[in-house]
C-alpha cells in the first residue's frame, strides 16, 4: 500500500508561484508514476503534468506548459509540482495519484490516491 499526502496549497496571488509537495509512505515512490490533476466544483477532472516511474522523465498538458514542472526526490520519496505564473484559472484541489510502473492522463485509472491540496489564486 502506498500513502499520499499532498501539500504546499494556499491562497496566492495572479500571477506568484507554488511548489506542491506529494509524500509518500508504505513503499518508495521511485517504482511509481505519479500524475497531478486539478478538480474544481463543476468541471471534470483535469491532468496537470507527470512523472513516471524510473526514469523520471516527465511530462505535462499542453494548457499548462511552460508554467508546470513536475519532479521527484527519490530520497525525499516525494514528487512535486512547480508551478508558476499562477492565473486565477488554476484554482482548484490539485491531487497526485499513483500507480505502479506506468503512468497515465486518465485520473482514474490510477491506483492510489491522497486527499488532495487546495490551490486558491486571487485577482
Known amino acids: 500500500q502506498v500513502q499520499l499526502v499532498e501539500s504546499g496549497g494556499g491562497l496566492v496571488q495572479a500571477g506568484d508561484s507554488l511548489r506542491l509537495s506529494c509524500a509518500a509512505s508504505?513503499?518508495?515512490?521511485?517504482?511509481?508514476?505519479v500524475g497531478w490533476f486539478r478538480q474544481v466544483p463543476g468541471k471534470e477532472r483535469e491532468f496537470g503534468a507527470v512523472?513516471?516511474?524510473?526514469?523520471?522523465?516527465?511530462g505535462v498538458a499542453d494548457p499548462v506548459k511552460g508554467r508546470f514542472t513536475s519532479s521527484r526526490d527519490n530520497l525525499k520519496n516525494t514528487v512535486y509540482l512547480q508551478m508558476n505564473n499562477l492565473p486565477l484559472e488554476d484554482t482548484g484541489v490539485y491531487s497526485c495519484?499513483?500507480?505502479?510502473?506506468?503512468?497515465?492522463?486518465?485520473?482514474?485509472?490510477?491506483?492510489?490516491w491522497g486527499q488532495g491540496t487546495q490551490v486558491t489564486v486571487s485577482a
Open positions: 495519484p499513483a500507480l505502479r510502473f506506468a503512468f497515465t492522463t486518465n485520473f482514474d485509472e490510477y491506483n492510489y
Open positions: 508504505g513503499r518508495t515512490l521511485i517504482t511509481y508514476g
Open positions: 512523472v513516471s516511474a524510473g526514469t523520471s522523465g516527465t
